[in-house]
């Protein structure tokens, strides 16, 4: 052997070198590499206890990054003890972490459904059907309530075997997640969402007389201003609550000052989409904004942001308080009313104005890849010359 500093000639295995004094280092076999998903363990400087940890999945972030979720356990005394605690680390894991997304726990349920070697053609099935969902991904998991996942089922634009479908993955997804103590509540929400057959939808839209209620309102009641201010912008509900001063845009034509908001999610067709503000609404978003460049354009009272559930609740109690009558569907287990509805109006409120398919198409975000590739962007006159009409 030769020395691994000058190269000179050693006896066999020499620990210094006789000539340079340099001490030889043993070459050891390579340690072998833990499979994945079966975990790890570390200790960390000045801590004389061993940690498990084992990764249960990813989540996706708005920014396009992702989360790592993994349970650890720490305090075992040797090595060999936190090795052998690895294969139950993952089912002592007992409670998800309350921001975890709708799509990390899909990602947790999808990683342990492979595990057990279905058929692939039924897992088609199911990551398509899941896409239907897109517009609740980032919903935290414990905030999704049933009319989050019926608005899905009913927006979606196949037919009944696709919201079947639908159905059958939200299911599955629950029978997951319930017995490993995830949710407080045993209601597995997939038995009870409705599919109907494929002329049959729940979707309904406020009248106008209901209309006119919540515009009565909206002095004494912020949340009426918020439904109104819903239902003349078309948005879905995730999209409408979580709006960026950012997002707004003002611009001087033919003498007149118009807003607009450039934004949207879901599809591609949704996706920063341009969306005029009616002027009859107008006035309420630039004194809702004020002077801030950041932050949501809509925001609670106390200046905090409005969750999902904060939304939802509050819109129920508005039209409770105003006097709408709401009942639950003996079908659907749904209130009649939900935020989606305002969604629903905006949508009725266009349907009689007389301007081209293609500028509806393009405000409530419904436009086919065809039909983008087919036309042009929507000229901002066009549009304001709907929403000028609501």
Not at 112 to 129: F, I, Q, V, W
Request: charged fraction near 25%.
């Amino acid at each position: 052997m030769n020395c691994i500093k000058c190269k000179s000639e050693l006896a066999d295995k020499a620990v210094y070198c006789h000539v340079c004094g340099k001490k030889q280092v043993v070459q050891r076999g390579s340690a072998l590499k833990r499979a994945n998903g079966t975990g790890s363990v570390y200790k960390q400087a000045g801590d004389k206890t061993w940690t498990a940890v084992k990764v249960l999945g990813y989540e996706a972030l708005d920014n396009g990054k992702t989360k790592r979720i993994e349970v650890k356990r720490k305090g075992f005394r040797t090595k060999a003890d936190a090795f052998a605690a690895l294969p139950e680390l993952g089912r002592r894991s007992r409670q998800i972490d309350n921001a975890i997304s709708f799509r990390g726990v899909y990602e947790l349920w999808l990683t342990d459904y492979d595990k057990r070697g279905r058929s692939s053609k039924t897992r088609a099935n199911y990551t398509a059907a899941f896409k239907h969902f897109q517009d609740i991904w980032w919903l935290p998991f414990d905030e999704i309530m049933i009319d989050d996942l019926q608005e899905c089922i009913d927006d979606c634009p196949h037919g009944k075997r696709t919201k079947q479908n639908m159905k059958t993955t939200i299911g599955l997804i629950y029978d997951y997640v319930l017995p490993r103590g995830y949710l407080s509540s045993p209601l597995n929400l997939g038995r009870l969402l409705f599919v109907g057959n494929d002329t049959q939808s729940t979707r309904i839209a406020f009248t106008k007389s209901q209309l006119d209620a919540i515009i009565d309102s909206i002095d004494v009641m912020p949340a009426a201003r918020l439904i109104y201010i819903h239902c003349l912008l078309g948005f879905r509900p995730h999209e409408f609550i979580t709006l960026q001063v950012s997002d707004y845009h003002k611009e001087i034509i033919d003498g007149v000052e118009v807003g607009y908001f450039v934004a949207g999610e879901k599809t591609e067709a949704g996706i920063d989409r341009t969306v005029t503000v009616s002027p009859k609404i107008k006035p309420m978003i630039d004194m809702m904004i004020g002077d801030r460049l950041t932050g949501n354009v809509f925001m609670d009272p106390k200046g905090d942001k409005i969750t999902p559930k904060k939304y939802r609740l509050d819109f129920y109690d508005t039209l409770d308080r105003i006097g709408i009558d709401n009942p639950v569907d003996e079908i659907s287990k749904m209130k009649t009313y939900s935020p989606h509805c305002c969604r629903h109006t905006f949508a009725t409120l266009i349907k009689n104005i007389s301007a081209a398919d293609k500028d509806k198409r393009s405000l409530t975000g419904h436009a086919s890849q065809q039909m983008i590739e087919h036309y042009q962007h929507s000229n901002l006159k066009d549009l304001l010359n709907i929403t000028d009409q609501i």
